[in-house]
């Protein structure tokens, strides 16, 4: 049973300074409820709405990232319905003639590298926010912000060219890394970056999953979905053509509603705002656009001669990638790649930080250098990035603190000897043919002289020597 998924994913224009069609400040995030808002953005009778040119730039920049055609015309609608969160009764968003059309990203798909191709890119406001009183199925009441009213928005609509949810999450993280570069918007803010999904087995009807804030989200949201489909197939049922919600509580998802067709929102030209020609504009921001993932993926393996796999996870976040940048340019850029994009981002990962809130390139500088100079071994210079990113502290300091230096190799051998000494039955194994037992007494070594050896050379000590008592 094939599997046909595709996204619309809203994005916020969080890093400029006003909203969509008025003057009032976009930092609304920390602020008390219904406190960044004015007449337009609150749909008052007689408020007049502008277009904030700066966010057009913003999305023409955005569709040429995403290799769209950017449309030469275009226009504003109104998009109808009724709902406590869009205060005018309809959304000012786009239709016929959206900013940009026919684009694609290329993503790591279950089967390599894969095109997703991008229907449109259109521009619209933000609805407020509905703060749903437990369950979003069983709320009491529901409060609503309108801070978040008017902020510049993107949609992007993709053709369902995804057929897993891994897909999906691979193609939402590659979007957000291209944002990201564009220095247009902030991931790290609520309701940056919503998701709304639409999902079917091939011949049956489509489901949209609404509102996924997550990476992980959206790829629990289509599993539970896909199973729920699959499951009323094989009792001889069909999906209905329905709106559902994603409980991320309960991994599960929920029905709201009926879908939607275009028809019901009965979309008609936006009287209160001019059509806009945007020629010449295309040649001029296409001009200003910073490097992007790939591109920048391609330049890091030519100049630094680093790995496919490592530029990939370096250049997943532009904050990542510059600080490699800064620690390859002072030292060895093979070495620095190996050490920030296997051991340090896994040690973010695991504490779910951000690179912002690490330690400096020039303390990563100095811990190379430690294992350049061969005075610490591999397993040590983890424990010092663990030290830094928990307690702070430079390198040196947490070595001749800690006492992490590598022992001198002439020590080695003594400690050898007493490992196999107090380990009789390890030895006894090895020697018999159970090889792996020495894999036993190297972490015997290595608990003695905490980590400070070189867990490789231990190896070759201790083969060397069961292997002289074995010929005696």
């Not at 869009?86 to 026919?102: C, E, T």
């Not at 510049?152 to 609509?157: A, H, K, N, R």
């Not at 290595?446 to 069961?466: H, I, P």
């Amino acid at each position: 049973m094939r599997v046909l998924i595709g996204l619309e994913v809203h994005v916020q224009l969080n890093k400029l300074k006003t909203k969509m069609f008025c003057g009032t400040p976009t930092s609304y995030q920390h602020a008390p409820p219904n406190t960044h808002v004015c007449p337009v953005c609150l749909g008052l009778p007689g408020a007049m709405p502008t277009i904030n040119m700066k966010a057009v730039e913003a999305a023409v920049k955005v569709a040429l990232a995403l290799n769209a055609k950017v449309q030469e015309n275009t226009m504003f609608y109104r998009k109808n319905y009724f709902y406590p969160d869009l205060p005018r009764g309809f959304q000012i968003s786009q239709y016929d003639f959206p900013i940009g059309k026919d684009g694609y990203v290329i993503i790591d798909g279950d089967e390599g590298e894969k095109k997703v191709r991008i229907k449109r890119v259109h521009m619209e406001e933000d609805p407020g926010r509905l703060v749903h009183v437990g369950r979003i199925d069983k709320a009491k009441y529901t409060l609503i912000d309108y801070n978040r009213s008017g902020m510049p928005l993107l949609e992007i609509v993709t053709e369902p060219d995804m057929n897993s949810p891994k897909e999906a999450r691979a193609f939402v993280s590659k979007l957000r890394t291209i944002l990201e570069y564009l220095d247009v918007f902030d991931g790290s803010l609520e309701g940056a970056m919503r998701v709304d999904a639409n999902v079917s087995i091939e011949g049956g009807s489509r489901v949209e999953i609404k509102n996924i804030s997550s990476f992980r989200g959206v790829e629990k949201a289509l599993a539970f979905e896909i199973t729920r489909q699959k499951n009323l197939l094989r009792r001889g049922q069909q999906a209905k053509m329905e709106t559902r919600h994603f409980d991320e509580s309960q991994e599960i998802t929920v029905s709201l509603r009926v879908k939607e067709e275009e028809s019901d929102y009965r979309y008609f030209p936006e009287p209160d705002l001019p059509p806009m020609n945007l020629k010449g504009w295309t040649e001029r921001i296409k001009a200003e656009l910073p490097e992007l993932p790939d591109a920048r993926r391609e330049r890091l393996i030519a100049q630094y001669g680093i790995s496919v796999e490592h530029a990939k996870v370096l250049t997943g976040e532009r904050v990542l990638a510059d600080y490699f940048e800064k620690v390859a340019s002072k030292t060895s850029p093979k070495l620095a790649a190996t050490w920030i994009a296997d051991v340090l981002k896994g040690e973010l990962n695991y504490r779910d930080m951000r690179i912002e809130g690490c330690f400096s390139p020039e303390n990563m500088v100095e811990l190379l250098e430690l294992l350049e100079k061969d005075l610490i071994s591999d397993k040590a210079a983890v424990m010092i990035i663990r030290r830094m990113l928990d307690e702070g502290g430079r390198p040196k300091e947490i070595m001749e603190k800690e006492g992490l230096q590598k022992i001198k190799e002439d020590i080695l051998p003594g400690v050898v000897e007493s490992v196999i000494e107090e380990n009789e039955k390890a030895v006894r194994d090895y020697l018999s043919g159970k090889r792996e037992a020495i894999n036993y007494l190297v972490g015997q070594v290595m608990k003695k002289v905490r980590g400070r050896a070189d867990a490789s050379k231990v190896y070759n000590l201790l083969e060397r020597r069961l292997n002289e008592i074995d010929n005696n």
